[in-house]
């Protein structure tokens, strides 16, 4: 039973409210994103060869759940509370488990959920040069939650009964999928954040021009993703935290979960691209020679928002470190 002192009508008014306010924070963090994949740092846009097509994919997927589950949010408020004239009110629509609203709302967290937790291990494997030994483990989680996530989806297609997800059918496997999640994104996050830390250690050795305020920029993409990460899995765990107390507040932290999981994923594309384009050296009185300044290849451009920290030492030129974020 759900906790009586927050009625499913209130849960989905709630809902809706937060989930708008996240979704106009989301929209502006998704054109900002677009402009850092589309435009180089002077609003030149990039040659259609030069896009990384797989990146743009991912971020107008994640907007068309964000911005689905919105619109199927409203729909159903206004399906409850205006069209429906059943007995039961508008809390009998909502607890219509199967109803393809419902439906459309799991696949919504689900599939955005799942999407982000991909987009996180496919970043972990491209900074550990692509070894699946590394994300072995992060897989196999990834693996199982989406196994969850199917079978959540199964099992409220085919309840056709008036309950809501934090009833005894669906709330073991919400539960495992969340657990799946939460551990996946913790390992996955602390493996790039170590990998990070670990070049930039090495690169202490040397002598090399540190960013404003003493720090390197390795240091400063350690501090984006582990901010992001931990926005990521904060609103992960409240999810779990409500859902295995049988609140319906689970159904307003989940609809903001949708949000937040596109946030985050395009907050570490435009604050990697601002740190990149910070760092490029300029022609001026006290800039690097000419000579040394490089442009990056085709090949770079299309992997995607690079960070690259410069050391220069005795007069042998430069060594530059690149890691994909």
């Not at 994103?33 to 990384?52: A, G, T, Y």
């Not at 003493?214 to 999810?239: D, N």
Request: with cysteine.
């Amino acid at each position: 039973m759900a906790v009586e002192n927050f009625p499913i009508t209130e849960a989905q008014i709630v809902g809706l409210f937060l989930e708008s306010v996240f979704w106009g924070i989301y929209l502006v963090t998704f054109f900002l994103s677009l402009r850092s994949l589309l435009f180089s740092k002077n609003f030149d846009r990039r040659r259609l060869s030069d896009l990384n097509w797989p990146m743009l994919v991912v971020i107008f997927a994640m907007c068309s759940f964000a911005t689905l589950d919105v619109a199927v949010g409203l729909l159903h408020n206004i399906q409850a509370f205006v069209l429906y004239k059943g007995s039961g009110g508008a809390a009998e629509e909502f607890s219509n488990i199967s109803d393809w609203v419902n439906i459309t709302k799991a696949v919504n967290v689900l599939g955005q959920t799942t999407l982000g937790d991909g987009m996180l291990i496919f970043r972990c494997w491209k900074v550990y040069s692509k070894s699946w030994r590394v994300v072995a483990f992060s897989i196999l989680l990834y693996l199982g939650g989406t196994a969850c996530a199917v079978m959540i989806l199964r099992v409220e297609a085919t309840l056709h009964s008036h309950t809501l997800i934090t009833s005894n059918s669906l709330n073991p496997l919400i539960l495992s999928f969340w657990v799946l999640t939460i551990v996946q994104n913790i390992i996955t996050t602390g493996l790039l954040v170590f990998r990070i830390w670990r070049v930039d250690r090495e690169n202490t050795r040397f002598a090399y021009s540190a960013s404003q305020g003493g720090q390197s920029r390795l240091h400063q993409v350690m501090r984006i993703v582990i901010e992001s990460g931990l926005m990521y899995t904060t609103i992960a765990f409240l999810t779990f935290i409500t859902q295995i107390t049988n609140s319906n507040s689970t159904y307003g932290v989940s609809d903001v979960e949708v949000q937040v999981v596109g946030i985050t994923f395009n907050l570490i594309i435009i604050r990697a691209h601002n740190r990149a384009t910070e760092g490029q050296p300029t022609v001026g009185s006290n800039s690097v020679p000419l000579h040394m300044l490089r442009r990056p290849t085709a090949s770079q451009a299309k992997e995607g928002v690079h960070v690259t920290v410069t050391r220069d030492f005795d007069n042998d030129g430069k060594v530059s470190n690149t890691l994909d974020v």
